[in-house]
C-alpha cells in the first residue's frame, strides 16, 4: 500500500484557502457595487421628486398670480376683456381708430402675459405699468365717447341674442341641408335612370312585356306571398328585391309589387326585365295612372296645392320652392301606403318594405302570425321613452287628447305585415285621410308619415317580436352586432342612407352584398 505524501495535503488545503479568499472578495465587491447604486438611484429619484415638486410650485403659484385680485397678471386679463367689449362697440359706431388702438394694446398684454409663463416668474411693476396705463386711458377714451358701461351691457347683450339667433339658424339649415342630402338623388343613379328609360325606348319588348304582365293572375293570386314598396330609387328598390329572394326558401312563390312615378317608371320597368331574381314576379306601377287619385280623395294632394301649406314644407329659397319641389314625388309616394286596400283590392295580406331595409331571413312566415283581429304587425320602439304618442303628437289638441293615451308605445314603418281585409272593415284608410284633413295647419303634428300611421293604427296594431327588424342603421354607428346578425331586417332609417357618401361606412357591406355591380348599366354610371 502506498504512503500518503504529508506536502501535498498541506499544499491542497493552501490551494483551497486561497480559492475560499477570492470568493468572499468577490462576494464583497458585488454588495458595494449593489448599494451604491442604489444609492445613485435613491438620489437621482430624489433630485426628481424635488424636481417636480418644484415645477408644481412653480406652476401653482402662476396659477395663483392668475386668480389673485391683486396681481398685475390678473388686472391685464381683466383689461383685455373689458378692451374686447369696446373694440365691439367701438366698430359699431364706426370708430376705427379707438378700435384698432385697443387691438394694439391687447397684443401687448397678452406679449407680456405669454413672457411670464414663459419664464415663470411674476409679472414685474416696471413692465406692467405702461400697459395698465396705456389701458386705462384708452377706456376713458371710449367711455368720453359715451361707451358708458349701461351702453356697453345692452350692446353686449344685443350681440349674444344676436348669436343665439345665427346659432339656431345654423343648426336649422344644417338640419335642412342634412335633410337634401338624403333626399337627392346622387348622379350615379341619375346616371343609373337614365340609361335605363334610353333602354325602354330603344327596347320595345320591355313595354310588350308591361302591357302582358299588367294582368297576370300571380299578382291577384293569395296563395303566393305579396311584397310591396313605395320607392322612385331604382337600386336601392332592387337591393330590397334581392336581398329578400336571396334569404327565401321558395323565391318562385314571392310577389313584388312597386308603386313609383310616372318619370321612374319606364327606368324601372327596364331594370326589372333585364335582371332575374330567382323566378320572382315583381310588378311595377306607376301612380299617376290611379283613377281615384285626386284632391278629393287624397288629402295631401289638396295640401300640397295650398300656399301657406308649401310655405311650411317647402319654404328655404326661391330656387326651393320651384314648381318642381312643391310636386315631390316621394313626398306623395310615401303617403300611398294609406291606400294600400285601393292598390291592391284582391290581396288578402301583404308585407310592406321600405326601400331603405334589407333583408337577412326568410320572411314567408309573417304570413302565418296571428294579428289577433289586428290590421298591423309592427315592432314596437318604445322601449326608450322617446317613441310614446306624446313625443310625437300635439296632446294640447283636445281631440287628441281625449282620444289617445299619450304613452301608448310607438312602433315602426319599413317591415310591417297588412291584414288588407281587416283593414277594410277598420275603414283605416278613412281614419288617415280624417287627420290628415284635420292638420292641414300642421297643428297636430309635422312631417313624416309616421304620426299619421299611429293615428289612424291606434288600437289596430299587434306587436311583433324584435328580432324581425333592427332599426337606427342610417344614423347610429354603435348599434350591436348581435342585434345585427339575429334581424330579419335591417332598417336604415335616417338621412345615412347606404347608397349616398354620408352613410355610415360600418354599415355599407351589409348593403353591398346585394347590389348587382355585374350589370353593365349600372357599372357605366357608378365606379365601385
Sequence with gaps: MRRKDPRRHGRARFSNGVLGL?????????ILFVVHHRQEDGSASRQMHAMNEDASYRSLNLMEEMLSATSFSRQLADQITLAKSYIVIAKESNNQPLAWELSLQIREAQLLLSKAVTREAPITPDEAEPIIKGFASLIYKAKEAHYDSATTIMSLKGHIESLEERANAAIAQST????????????????????????????????KHAKEQKNSPQFMDNNLYHFCMFSDNILAT?????????????????????????????????????NDYKGATVDVQNFEQFSWLNTSYVPVLKQLHDDEVQAFYFKGTEELRSELKFRNPKYLLNHLRFYMPDIFPSLEKVVFLDDDV????????????????????????????????????????????????????????????????EWKKANVTGRYRYWQEKNSDQMLWKLGTLPAGLLAFYGLTEPLDRRWQTLGLGYDSNIDNRLIESASVIHYNGNMKPWLKLAISRYIPLWERYVNFASPKLRECIVH
Excluded at 346622387?186 to 313595354?207: A, D, F, M, Q, V
Design 358 to 421: 334589407v333583408v337577412q331571413k326568410d320572411l314567408t312566415s309573417l304570413f302565418s302570425i296571428d294579428l289577433h283581429g289586428n290590421v298591423n304587425g309592427a315592432v314596437e320602439t318604445c322601449l326608450e321613452s322617446f317613441h310614446r304618442y306624446y313625443k310625437y303628437l300635439n296632446f294640447s289638441n283636445p281631440e287628441i287628447s281625449a282620444k289617445f293615451d299619450p304613452q301608448a308605445c310607438g312602433w315602426a314603418f319599413g317591415m310591417n305585415i297588412f291584414d288588407l281585409m
Design 176 to 207: 335642412l341641408f342634412g335633410q337634401l342630402a338624403a333626399e337627392e338623388l346622387p348622379k350615379s343613379l341619375y346616371c343609373l335612370g337614365i340609361k335605363l328609360t334610353l333602354e325602354w325606348t330603344r327596347n320595345p319588348s320591355i313595354e
Design 22 to 30: 477570492f470568493v468572499f472578495f468577490v462576494i464583497i465587491v458585488c
Design 238 to 274: 332592387s337591393v330590397v328585391v334581392n336581398s329578400t329572394v336571396c334569404n327565401a326558401d321558395h323565391p318562385k312563390q314571392l310577389v313584388f309589387h312597386i308603386v313609383t312615378d310616372g318619370i321612374n317608371y319606364k327606368a324601372m320597368q327596364a331594370w326589372f326585365f333585364s
